[in-house]
């Protein structure tokens, strides 16, 4: 099977190619794991799966970026993500929480309707530069 990608630096990003196809010694690179995962049991989900067949996890940015290898089975990894995607998981729910009452608080007062059109609605016919 020949893997299509391309070179972004030292890195190798391949295109199209399924999970499946991962064999052990593989590598899983991703720029920031958030990128990969939403929550905190993606992350445990995707550690796992990394695990099972023996691919390394690496994640460029962020807090785990000092780890070579973040499907690691060893105690001290485990503690570790399990420390940081907590905080990570926690500073989500709270900017959610956030954004909710400030929603909340706009519709009270009678700001909150949503996204401006993107376009004014003399210009909507000649979207695109179409006449």
Not at 90 to 104: K, P, S, V, W, Y
């Amino acid at each position: 099977m020949q893997v299509r990608g391309y070179f972004v630096g030292n890195f190798f990003i391949a295109t199209g190619t399924p999970a499946s196809a991962a064999h052990p010694g593989d590598t899983l690179t991703v720029s920031e794991l958030f990128r990969l995962c939403r929550d905190l049991m993606d992350i445990h989900a995707v550690r796992d799966w990394c695990q099972a067949r023996g691919v390394v996890l690496r994640v460029l940015s962020g807090p785990l970026s000092n780890f070579h290898d973040l499907a690691a089975e060893d105690a001290t990894t485990a503690l570790i993500i399990n420390v940081i995607t907590a905080v990570g998981q926690f500073q989500r729910d709270l900017q959610n929480e956030l954004t909710a009452e400030g929603i909340a608080a706009a519709e009270a007062e009678g700001r909150y309707r949503g996204r401006p059109p993107a376009l004014w609605r003399p210009d909507r016919g000649s979207a695109g530069g179409v006449p």
